[in-house]
C-alpha cells in the first residue's frame, strides 16, 4: 500500500500547476468515474480531489481531478466543505491527454444526489440586484466599482477572446481555442507573421501561454479572466485601479487626472502599459500605450508587437452589466485598427479572495524555459 | 535558484525573431565561426545587423516566411572586398524563448550549416 501512495503522489505531482486546461485535457474524451474520496485538495491554483476507483479487475486506481480555482468555484456554489474524504461520488470529466490517471473535473454527483459542476457547466450567477439602476456617485457621475456598504466584482465575460466585433459568430472554447481552425483569419485583420504565430499557438492547445507561468493579463485580458476583476475608483486621488482575481493579484493603475500620456517611443514598456482615462459623458476612455512582448494580451494567443496602443471603453448600461470596448492599434502585428468587447456580469455580495497563481506550481520547467 | 535566475530574461511573444541570436555556422566540417544576429522587427520589415560591432553586417535582406517558418537574410562582409552572405534557415520551437535556426550559411564561395539561438 505504501509503494502504491508513493506512486501516486508522484504520477500526481504535474498536475499540480497552472497551465491551460486544452493542454493537458481532451474535451474529446470524456469520462464517468465513480469511486470514493481519498483526498480533497482546497487549494490554488487549481482545485483537485482525487478519487479511488475500482477498476473492471478489482484493482483500486487512484485518480486526480482537476477543477478550476477557489474563486471560481465557489462562484459555482462549491466550498472547501464540499466534499469530505471517504465520499462515495461520481464524476463526469475530461481524459488527461497523456493517458495518466488524471481527468478534468465537470460534475460530480454526491450520494446524497446534489450535483456541483465546473463553473463552465454550472449557470452563471445571478443577480438580486437586477432592477436597480446604474450606480452614481454623488456628482452624477456612474460608479464601475463597488459602492458603500457593497461587495462584489466584475466577471463572467460573455466573450472567451478578443474577436474583432465584425467577425460574426466564431466558435470557440472558453479558452479561445477555435473550434475550426480556418476562422484564424476572420479574428482579427493579421499581419501574415502574426495569423502565422496566432495559429501555431492554436494548433498547440496554448501550451506555450505566459499566463502558466504566472505572467500578468495585460491589455483586454484583464477583463477575461476566469476569476474576475474589481475596479476601485479614487475620485479623491484622480485615478483609478484595475483589481485582478487571477495572475497574482495584479493591479493596473489608470490616471485620471488630466496628464498628457508620454510618446510610445518615451515610454517604459510594462505589462499594463501606461493609462490615462477620462469620461465622455456615461462611458470612461482609457488609452494605454507601452506594453512590453512578454504577455498575450488575449485569451487564444493573438500575438502583439510594443507598438500596441488601446482604447478602451468602459460603460455600465444598468448595475449587473459592464460594457468593455476595446480598439487595438498596433501597426506591427495589425494591418489596421480594429474593435472587440464583451460584457461582464456583476458577482454579488462576494469579495475575490486571496489567489496567487504559483502556489503549489511545480512547472518549474516551464518557467524556467521562459 | 535556477528558476530565479531564469525569469529576468522575460519571454518575448511579440515578432519570433526579435532579439540577438548566438550560434556559429560551419564552412568546413571540422571549422566552427562563432556569429551573432540581431534582428528588429519595425513594423514592417526586419532591420538587423550580423556580428554588431565595428565589423557588423547591417542586414540589406531579411524576410520570415510565415507559412514554412523559414528565414532568408543577406548582407555583406565590411572587408575592401566585400563577400556577400546568404542564409537560409528554419525557424523551430517557436513557442520557447530559446527559439532556434538552423540551415545553410553561404559566404562567397564557402559554404556550411549553421545555428544559432535566440539569447
Known sequence: ?370 | MVYLAALPAGAQEGFPLNGSWHGEWSPTPSQKVPILIYMKWDTKNITGTINPGAKGMPLKVATLDPSKWTVHLEADTKDATPVHIVVDGKLDNLGSYNRTITGTWTQGTMKGDFKVTRD
Open chain 1, 1 to 370: 500500500m505504501k509503494t502504491f501512495v508513493s506512486g501516486m503522489v508522484l504520477a500526481a505531482l504535474p498536475l499540480l500547476a497552472h497551465h491551460s486546461f486544452s493542454a493537458e485535457y481532451d474535451e474529446k474524451k470524456p469520462v464517468t468515474l465513480k469511486g470514493t474520496v481519498s483526498k480533497f485538495d482546497w487549494s490554488n491554483p487549481h482545485v483537485f480531489f482525487y478519487l479511488d476507483v475500482t477498476d473492471s479487475s478489482g484493482k483500486i486506481v487512484n485518480w486526480a481531478l482537476e477543477w478550476e480555482s477557489r474563486i471560481e468555484l465557489k462562484r459555482a456554489g462549491w466550498s472547501q466543505d464540499s466534499l469530505k474524504v471517504g465520499d462515495t461520488v461520481t464524476v463526469e470529466g475530461s481524459l488527461a491527454r497523456d493517458g495518466s490517471k488524471q481527468a478534468e473535473g465537470k460534475s460530480v454527483t454526491l450520494a446524497s444526489g446534489k450535483k456541483l459542476s465546473s463553473p463552465n457547466e454550472a449557470q452563471a450567477p445571478k443577480s438580486n440586484a437586477a432592477a436597480k439602476p446604474t450606480p452614481k456617485w454623488p456628482d452624477g457621475q456612474v460608479r464601475l466599482g463597488i459602492g458603500p456598504g457593497e461587495l462584489g466584482y466584475w466577471a463572467s465575460p460573455s466573450a472567451a477572446s478578443l474577436v474583432e466585433n465584425t467577425a460574426g459568430n466564431i466558435r470557440m472554447n472558453r479558452e479561445g481555442i477555435l473550434a475550426n481552425i480556418a476562422d484564424a483569419g476572420k479574428v482579427a485583420p493579421f499581419q501574415p507573421w502574426a495569423k502565422g504565430l496566432y495559429e501555431y499557438r492554436q494548433r498547440n492547445l496554448l501550451k506555450d501561454d505566459p499566463m502558466a507561468s504566472c505572467l500578468p493579463p495585460g491589455g483586454p485580458r484583464q477583463f477575461q479572466v476566469a476569476n474576475g476583476v474589481e475596479i476601485l475608483e479614487q475620485p479623491e486621488r484622480k485615478r483609478m485601479f484595475v483589481m485582478s482575481g487571477g495572475g497574482n493579484r495584479n493591479w493596473r493603475l489608470i490616471y485620471m487626472d488630466g496628464r498628457e500620456q508620454p510618446k510610445l517611443e518615451d515610454a517604459t514598456s510594462t505589462y499594463f502599459g501606461d493609462a490615462v482615462g477620462k469620461w465622455d459623458g456615461a462611458t470612461l476612455v482609457v488609452n494605454t500605450l507601452g506594453f512590453n512582448e512578454r504577455f498575450w494580451f488575449s485569451n487564444g494567443g493573438l500575438p502583439h508587437t510594443e507598438a500596441l496602443k488601446l482604447t478602451e471603453r468602459f460603460s455600465r448600461p444598468d448595475f449587473n452589466t459592464l460594457k468593455y470596448e476595446v480598439t487595438v492599434d498596433d501597426p506591427g502585428a495589425y494591418t489596421r485598427p480594429w474593435t472587440g468587447g464583451w460584457t461582464l456580469r456583476w458577482v454579488p455580495d462576494q469579495e475575490i479572495e486571496e489567489y496567487f497563481c504559483d502556489d503549489y506550481n511545480r512547472d518549474q520547467e516551464h518557467a524556467e524555459g521562459k
